[in-house]
């Protein structure tokens, strides 16, 4: 009889213990559907120490610019024009070239073919070389250049002065581009982070003693950035060759990577591709703004607009590179359920990292524009430009994470399509029909790029849904020039 009581009330006590435990596990699914905790967790990691590296590395060519523009405002037209030229021609095309190993490295980590992450960077550091010998030849006649692109003559001069000693700076940042790489397929992003602080402090005290303390003035600031550059190679490099976890990604220098060099330039050439049809869209805006009637505050206005979107996109980079680590990483490993996981992640906190920028940028639009003048007409001006920012911050970061991942996956050539339709064929022809024929001015422009920004991740949405999710085939016997889907 007790024996029956007992299972009675066991009987009774089971059914409201499995409601609660299946009540908590239906809580735990929604939240997991609203956002995988754990993948979050990793994915801030990694992207707040990018995100210093990459603001860090940005501010020593800042630097030289601001020591130079202090010696008069031919020498702040002259750095500020060269510092555009430079990005424009030689370093964002130097950051898109480093984007083959984003794919190469991140899924032969994933795959654990771990000797091929070092084959692979020197194949990248070859190609960069090699191209930088190119630039740097356009470099050295900027001048004519820009004269030729209706810039004025002693401010074209003063440019091409500052850009000559910026040449050998070129060949630094395209290693060091490739070094980053290497080490962020590694989840290595703390240490870089270090790295890339010491040599922005020390280059504060290059560039005033080049400046201020010897005779070269002006030259000297671009020669303080070439220097505080290849400062920077050095160091990542002694970190890589004397650490030891490094042992069998970095086995020394070896004859093989010219068997990839091929290999890597097919992923390297549309990775440039894409990263620099992006840049110049931005400055045939600046361009753009020049040729209108009130052209000193259009391109005022326009510059500011630019220069704040470089800014918010530089604070979400961070999930772009983590996009690209994870997925690549993970596709390599073989796990596509979780490379998609982390690409859902990633666009959910791109999309609140944005979110908080565009809430200080409304709150706070009148003191970010006080930095750039003190023209209450541009200041009021700005400030009827901020909804329009916003729109374009937020189309900007979710395509920022979206180009991650198709870097880390490999679809470089598909997303440099996809920049070539959305910017050149619809953006900036919306931007000229709106800014010069509606006369809408510097708004008409923006509103043109934010159609083309938003065309873009809405385009580049479409084809990560639908595009087949599938490793490289990386392996060391693998004979074929081009890295194949498997």
């Keep these: 009889m007790d024996n029956m009581l007992a299972n009675t009330n066991l009987e009774r006590k089971t059914p409201s213990m499995e409601v609660g435990h299946g009540e908590e596990e239906t809580k735990k699914r929604w939240w997991q559907k609203v956002l995988d905790v754990e993948e979050a967790k990793k994915q801030i990691l990694f992207s707040l120490p990018m995100i210093l590296t990459n ?8 630097v030289s610019v601001m020591f130079a523009g202090h010696l008069g405002e031919l020498e702040l037209a002259g750095a ?37 992450l070092g084959i692979y960077l020197q194949a990248s550091c070859i190609i960069s070389f090699l191209f ?24 074209a001069k003063t440019a091409s002065l500052y850009m000559r000693f910026l040449i050998p700076g070129l060949f630094a940042y395209g290693f060091l581009q490739n070094i980053l790489r290497f080490l962020q397929a590694q989840s290595v992003v703390m240490p870089i982070a270090v790295f890339s ?15 201020h303390l010897t005779g070269l003035g002006f030259t000297g600031a671009s020669l303080a950035t070439s220097i505080s550059l290849w400062l920077s190679v050095i160091i990542l490099v002694m970190y890589v060759v004397r ?26 050439l549309p990775s440039a591709a894409m990263v620099c049809l992006e840049y110049w869209a931005f400055e045939i805006l600046v361009f753009l703004a020049g040729l209108m009637q009130n052209s000193e505050t259009t391109t005022s206005l326009i510059a500011m607009c630019v220069n704040t979107e470089t800014v918010a996109y530089m604070i979400t980079y961070g999930l772009s590179a983590a996009a690209s680590t994870r997925v690549s990483n993970e596709l390599g490993a073989g796990n596509t359920n979780r490379a998609k996981s982390a690409m859902a992640v990633a666009i959910k906190l791109s999309v609140l990292l944005a979110l908080t920028v565009v809430l200080a940028l409304g709150f706070g639009h009148n003191i970010w524009a006080g930095f750039f003048s003190n023209s ?12 329009l920012l916003a729109i374009s911050i937020i189309s900007d970061s979710v395509q920022g994470v979206l180009s991650g991942v198709a870097r880390g996956s490999g679809w470089q050539h598909l997303v440099v399509y996809v920049n070539l339709a959305t910017f050149y064929c619809i953006g900036v022809p919306i931007a000229g029909l709106l800014g010069f024929t509606l006369k809408l001015q510097a708004k008409g422009l923006w509103i043109g790029l934010i159609c083309g920004l938003s065309c873009q991740a809405v385009t580049l949405l479409l084809v990560t849904l639908r595009r087949t999710w599938a490793k490289l085939d990386l392996s060391e016997n693998n004979t074929n020039e081009y890295p194949v889907l498997v």
């Design 55 to 62: 603001v860090f590395y940005y501010l020593i060519t800042l």
């Design 80 to 116: 500020t024009l060269a510092n555009s030229w430079a990005t424009v021609t030689g370093f964002a095309f130097m950051v898109g070239l480093s984007g083959a190993l984003e794919t190469l490295c991140g899924q032969g980590f994933g795959a654990k073919l771990y000797r091929m």
């Design 132 to 155: 930088s010998i190119i630039i740097s030849i356009i470099w050295f006649y900027t001048e004519p250049i820009l004269i030729l692109l209706h810039q004025d003559t002693s401010i």
């Design 197 to 211: 602080l010491i040599p922005l402090i020390i280059h504060i005290g290059i560039a005033y003693a080049l400046v």
């Design 243 to 268: 650490t030891k976890k490094f042992n069998r990604t970095w086995e020394g220098f070896s004859l093989d990577s010219f068997h990839y060099i091929f290999t890597n330039l097919k992923l390297a």
């Design 376 to 387: 209450n007409e541009i200041i009021r001006e700005f400030s009827s430009m901020t909804p």
